[in-house]
T-cell receptor, first 110, second 113 residues
């Protein structure tokens, strides 16, 4: 089955700086790559996703890039704010099989 | 009210007890999922269901069972709880289609002593 590795496990940045979280996947047939944000005491919420026919997608301060050849994708958050502090999960999906990375705890220091 | 509601939110039980975690949704979605979250391991799929008559095992189904009582209700049971089932459990729903957003509940924290 699919295996998703996510790095780093923790990330601390200063408010206003950028944050980058990287994931690799093993199954070349995976075609859908969502990113979820989990705030303390809450369930994960989708923040952005990308499909395998697209290389990059942006939504305001958040962007995701996908390199299908290398089988890796990344989440980029620019101009970070304290409210960006949370745990972020990447995932890779093929058909009905979605596998999640282990998560990255992002802390944005004011 | 939340679109995906889990009960109980917190439960402490003893080894060998039977536990049921319940999930109900108001999104009208056919697809429902149970995930387990452990520190450093992310979210792992336990069971999923595409409709009332369709139940499928996920990555880590051993020691768990599920019941889809209606389109809106999907429950997870631990027949005989053991300490390594201590975890945070999430129910999620998704609309028709193999890809698309998962909508998660707020989680049920289970502690097995």
């Amino acid at each position: 089955g699919e295996n998703v590795e996510q790095h780093p496990s923790t990330l601390s940045v200063q408010e206003g700086d950028s944050a980058v979280i990287k994931c690799t996947y093993s199954d070349s047939a995976s075609n859908y790559f969502p990113w979820y944000k989990q705030e303390l005491g809450k369930g994960p919420q989708l923040i952005i996703d990308i499909r395998s026919n697209v290389g990059e997608k942006k939504d305001q301060r958040i962007a995701v890039t996908l390199n299908k050849t290398a089988k890796h994708f990344s989440l980029h958050i620019t101009e970070t704010q304290p409210e960006d502090s949370a745990v972020y999960f990447c995932a890779a999906s093929r058909d009905n099989d979605m596998r999640f990375g282990a998560g990255t705890r992002l802390t944005v220091k004011p | 009210d939340a679109d995906v509601t889990q009960t109980p939110r917190n439960r402490i039980t003893k080894t060998g007890k039977r536990i049921m975690l319940e999930c109900s949704q108001t999104k009208g979605h056919d697809r429902m999922y149970w995930y387990r979250q452990d520190p450093g391991l992310g979210l792992r799929l336990i069971y999923y269901s595409f409709d009332v008559k369709d139940i499928n095992k996920g990555e880590i189904s051993d020691g768990y069972s599920v019941s889809r009582q209606a389109q809106a209700k999907f429950s997870l049971s631990l027949e005989s709880a053991i300490p390594n089932q201590t975890a945070l459990y999430f129910c999620a729903t998704r609309g028709t289609g193999a890809t698309g957003e998962l909508f998660f509940g707020e989680g049920s924290r289970l502690t097995v002593l």
